[in-house]
């Protein structure tokens, strides 16, 4: 599966969850995408708001990630 495979299904099924957190399923899409990217193609949030958001849901997103990365990456 591509990176940008990974990011889609992380972002469609934390939206299927989630549906009114946004930015979440954003979040999540683009952490799912880095743990499978190469390590020189990963990058930081650099939007003000959505990386301090970011930053302080890493641990709650990070969670849902392991919880249900066999349906994200099978």
């Not at 990974?6 to 930015?23: K, M, N, S």
């Amino acid at each position: 599966m591509s990176t940008e495979g990974v990011r889609a299904a992380a972002e469609g099924l934390f939206r299927a969850t989630r549906p009114g957190d946004r930015h979440g399923a954003v979040i999540a899409g683009c952490r799912a995408a880095a743990r499978v990217a190469h390590v020189d193609h990963a990058v930081a949030f650099t939007i003000g708001s959505l990386a301090a958001e970011e930053r302080s849901r890493a641990a709650e997103i990070d969670s849902w990630l392991d919880r249900n990365w066999a349906q994200i990456a099978p």
